[in-house]
């Protein structure tokens, strides 16, 4: 059995990293708060991966956010992917330079192929994540959003996803605008739009508040990963205590911190 994955998503915008609600952005803290109420030596136990978007309104300079992907890559020993404003491979190139191992991409995954086809010939298609926000259209129905959700795309969500399964992608982060920071859980309805037998791994996000969203989205087998960008809701110890719960109840989770590789063993706690 393949082993499922938790990921931390982390929202960063004009040197703070942020909240989201439906994507409207609330500012929270520098990287010396991140690093003060996150460890990322210990998180590096706690979680498989790690997601770091852009998610400045306007372009914002490249160097600032390799500056900070840089020192948070110091202590930080899981994979990372980084998107947000990637527009050509250049800028790719300087953000795997940086510490990044992925790249995430959102609006050049439809708008502009033959990047995605560059950006798969030189660092390999499981180098770049597709990155797709959906948002509800009517009470049946979805539309892709790009551009921070500001701008939908024409046709319908399900046919771009369709559109995924020939290009050169190596993981999809699905994203629900309308879940996005409510901590109500996720909408699995957007699963719904996949194809059938889709082959792209795929990173459920969007309205994850505790560990039993994570085991809610884990349990359906089109799910691959999951992921939560609230930055408070997992604070401190929050993000081990999230892995152990799911592990306890039998979620199948790569191990690697000794003082819980017996949990599957132990009766789960109430």
């Not at 010396?32 to 997601?51: K, M, P, T």
């Not at 852009?54 to 899981?78: A, G, H, Y």
């Not at 892709?144 to 046919?159: F, I, K, P, Q, T």
Request: glycine share 8%; charged share 25%.
């Amino acid at each position: 059995m393949l082993k499922k994955r938790l990921v931390f998503t982390l929202l960063f915008n004009d040197g703070s990293f942020m909240l989201s609600r439906n994507f409207r952005l609330q500012r929270i803290g520098d990287l010396e708060w991140l690093q003060r109420n996150y460890v990322f030596s210990n998180i590096s136990e706690a979680i498989d991966e790690l997601i770091i978007l852009n998610v400045s309104r306007n372009e914002p300079p490249l160097n600032q956010f390799t500056d900070m992907l840089k020192q948070l890559t110091k202590t930080c020993f899981i994979p990372i992917a980084v998107g947000g404003w990637v527009r050509d491979a250049n800028q790719a190139h300087q953000l795997l330079r940086s510490g990044a191992d992925k790249v995430v991409l959102n609006a050049p995954i439809f708008g502009e192929p033959g990047l995605i086809e560059q950006l798969a010939l030189q660092f390999g298609r499981q180098c770049i994540v597709a990155s797709v926000d959906l948002a509800r259209s009517d009470p049946a129905g979805f539309e892709v959003r790009v551009d921070g959700g500001r701008r939908a795309l024409s046709g319908s969500a399900r046919e771009r996803l369709v559109e995924l399964q020939d290009k050169p992608i190596g993981d999809l982060y699905l994203n629900s605008v309308d879940r996005d920071g409510t901590g109500q859980g996720y909408d699995l309805e957007v699963l719904d739009l996949l194809p059938q037998d889709f082959g792209v791994p795929v990173i459920l996000a969007g309205g994850a508040g505790n560990a039993n969203h994570f085991e809610t989205g884990l349990l359906d087998d089109r799910v691959d990963a999951v992921s939560s960008a609230h930055l408070l809701n997992f604070v401190g110890d929050g993000l081990h205590k999230a892995r152990e719960n799911l592990i306890t109840r039998g979620i199948h989770l790569p191990i690697r911190d000794l003082d819980i590789r017996d949990l599957r063993a132990r009766p789960e706690v109430p």
